[in-house]
């Protein structure tokens, strides 16, 4: 039931995955299954979160993480859960808590990535082999929190250590290449995700969205119309409410940088559906201003 739940919230249909990750979470808890607490609360919490419920998908998410019952490997296990859906949604001041508070000295490459992703430090040789989700996620929270150079660095490490592309892991780079200001790698990257089958809808968002944002950075604005036209049909296909208020975000943010009259109708409309589910943004309007070649932005 997790696996096909999973599948519908990876191609979008998150309120029909939300039904069967309720009832598998509830089995959970009835058996007393901590382990499938956790992976049910990982995928439960992420699903309500995308849903538009963020309160409670983050709650759902760091369930397990605060448990007194919980292994070690338990609470790392709910800490890359909470951690992926606080970068997410963009929020750093709990994305660098719960970086905080996975423990140490459990899963030698969650220590490695982790070390890395906090202080720049670590060697990180075969560290991302078996991490690709962590350590896109942990490249993203770098960009949020302004530093585009240290996405780069931990993104290209693991990404080199792949046999085969991961679209999640390559998208997350794209978008890293372009705040660091290569914007042909940023271009190739999102192409290659695009090519990929095993791609999500939020892998080719992401990949979309850095190549949106290099068309605005190339002040080639006909391009970036169109890509950001066809992200937002591609969004608003889904039941992904996050990914729709920040895709209209990006646009905002692009249409500002290049001047456009209709800029300040764009961002009321993404804040309005910002707001609508309680949504700041913070981390991705530095990740979008880094992308754009503007600098830094506010993160609080």
């Known amino acids: ?71 070690p490997w338990d609470v790392t296990l709910a800490g890359m859960a909470l951690l992926a859906s606080t970068v997410q949604v963009g929020d750093v001041e709990r994305s ?52 585009a150079p240290g996405a780069v660095r931990l993104l290209e490490a693991v990404d080199a250590q792949q046999t085969v592309l991961d ?11 372009l705040a660091a200001g290569t914007l042909e790698q940023a271009m190739a990257d999102a192409d290659e995700v695009d090519a990929s089958p095993r791609a999500t809808y939020l892998d080719r968002l992401t990949a979309g969205t850095a190549r949106a944002l290099a068309h605005a950075r190339r002040h080639d604005e006909a391009a970036c119309t169109a890509a950001f036209d066809q992200l937002r049909a591609a969004a608003d296909a889904t039941e992904d409410r996050v990914s729709q208020a920040l895709v209209r975000l990006a646009d905002a943010t692009a249409a500002s940088a290049l001047g456009r009259t209709d800029a300040a109708g764009r961002m009321a409309e993404a804040e309005r559906r910002l707001a609508e589910i309680g949504l700041t943004g913070a981390g991705w309007r530095t990740a979008f201003s880094l992308s754009l070649g503007l600098g830094l932005r506010p993160t609080t």
Do not use: C, K, Y
Request: charged share 20%; proline share 1%; aromatic share 2%.
């Open 1 to 71: 039931m997790l696996l096909l739940a999973g599948s519908q919230l990876w191609s979008g249909r998150t309120r029909l995955a939300i039904e069967r990750l309720e009832a598998s979470h509830a089995l959970f808890e009835d058996i007393e299954d901590t382990f499938g607490l956790v992976q049910s609360s990982a995928v439960l919490g992420r699903a309500l979160v995308l849903a538009g419920h963020l309160e409670d998908g983050l709650r759902v998410a760091g369930s397990v993480h605060v448990a007194d019952s919980a292994s």
């Open 96 to 147: 660098t808590r719960t970086l905080a508070s996975i423990p140490a000295g459990i899963d030698d490459a969650v220590d490695a990535l982790v070390g890395h992703a906090t202080d720049g430090d670590g060697a990180l040789e075969g560290a991302g082999a078996g991490r690709t989700e962590l350590s896109a996620t942990l490249g993203l929270h770098r960009l949020q929190v302004g530093d």
């Open 167 to 177: 679209p999640n892991l390559h998208a997350a780079t794209a978008l890293a290449h």
